[in-house]
């Protein structure tokens, strides 16, 4: 089933500003947030596993 998103529900978010739970476009759904020195490791479930994603302190979102 497609899901129909309108665009201005979109956001551009900086990653330091990024919460648990929050569903990041094209992603998933942030279940955990680990905060490093030079970046970010995020876990997101998608399609139904828990993935690990790094990510550089300079990066911005685009969130749901």
Request: net charge negative; proline share 0%.
């Amino acid at each position: 089933m497609t899901q129909s998103i309108n665009l201005h529900d979109l956001e551009q978010i900086h990653i330091s500003n990024i919460q648990v739970g929050t569903f990041i476009v094209n992603l998933g759904v942030i279940l955990e947030i680990d905060e490093k020195d030079n970046f970010f490791n995020l876990v997101i479930s998608r399609m139904n596993e828990k993935q690990v994603i790094k990510f550089e302190r300079d990066v911005s979102l685009i969130i749901y």
